[in-house]
């Protein structure tokens, strides 16, 4: 006898039902199901991670904007208590009146720079809180206890404050509408997220069924092949045991 080349030899695992090549193509079809669906779970964590991250950033940025508005309303109500006690200082110059003043004033210089660590990532709101704070400077450099009436009715006469007032009133409605955005931002983002990590594990869960599904199929398969085998086998034997007995 003779060896064929390798190349033409009848690849038996093909030609038999259950072979070996059967059984590698079904574990690869596992395999492969298997990873698309780690896949889309890795995916829909990956989704969850960065919708979080987000939401853990919008919620701050929020804070710091209600923050911004609690101190934009505390700035506003301690320099119109303080042009009311400078004017009443005007008229009936008591220490215990320009004590109230300087205790305002320094409520306003606090509130002042909390605001201005507040909108630092916002030029706009910086500007105009830089301008606010170059206004009341002026007012200040002119109130002291020795101040004349004049003077000090000139630097906070109700209606000479209202250039105060409207950078405040300004600031605080850009606020307001960059905190409406955001909100409606933050609000889509989390329905977008709803939706992908929904639709991802839903595909998620159709490739597990299906991988269940096949891998139901094949095994079912592998037993109808392997009672062919074992029927064909008894029925070999029996006929090689009547061979023997008829010779």
Same mark, same amino acid.
Request: charged residues 25%; proline residues 2%; contains cysteine.
């Given at each position: 006898?003779?060896? $064929?080349p ?6 038996? =695992? ?34 969850? &991670? ?7 950033? /919008? ?7 209600? +923050?911004?508005?609690?101190?934009? /309303? ?10 009311? *006690? ?7 110059? +008591? ?6 003043? @300087?205790?305002?004033?320094? /409520? ?5 720079? #909390?605001?201005?660590?507040l909108?630092?990532e =916002? ?12 206004? $009341? ?8 206890? =020795?101040?004349?009436?004049a ?16 950078? $405040?009133?300004? *600031? #605080? ?7 409406? /955005? ?6 889509a ?16 869960? &159709? ?5 269940t599904? *096949?891998?139901? +199929? ?7 092949v392997e @009672?062919? $085998?074992? +029927?064909?086998?008894q ?13």
């Open positions: 006898s003779f060896l $064929l390798s190349c033409f030899k009848l690849p038996t =695992s093909r030609i038999l039902p259950g072979g070996r090549d059967m059984i590698w193509t079904t574990e690869r079809k596992i395999m492969l199901t298997f990873i698309a669906a780690l896949g889309v779970l890795c995916a829909v964590a990956a989704t969850s &991670v960065v919708s979080t991250l987000r939401t853990v950033a /919008d919620a701050g940025w929020v804070e710091r904007t209600h +923050r911004s508005l609690e101190a934009l /309303d505390r700035l506003d109500n301690a320099v119109t208590q303080m042009g009311s *006690m400078a004017r009443a200082y005007a008229y009936d110059p +008591r220490p215990a009146t320009f004590s109230d003043y @300087e205790r305002q004033q320094a /409520d306003a210089l606090s509130a002042y720079q #909390e605001l201005q660590g909108v630092r =916002s030029p706009v709101q910086g500007e105009r809180l830089e301008e606010f704070g170059k206004r $009341l400077d002026k007012r200040i450099a002119v109130t002291s206890a =020795s101040a004349g009436t003077a000090l009715m000139a630097a906070w006469q109700r209606e000479d404050m209202k250039d105060l007032r409207d950078i $405040l009133a300004q *600031m #605080e409605g850009t606020a307001r509408a960059m905190l409406r /955005d955001r909100d409606a931002e933050a609000a983002s989390s329905r977008r997220t709803v939706a992908i990590v929904l639709g991802a594990a839903s595909v998620a869960v &159709v490739v597990v069924c299906a991988a599904t *096949m891998i139901g +199929r094949e095994r079912k398969r592998r037993r109808e @009672e062919e $085998l074992r +029927r064909a086998r029925a070999a034997e029996a006929a090689s045991s009547g061979k023997s007995a008829f010779v």
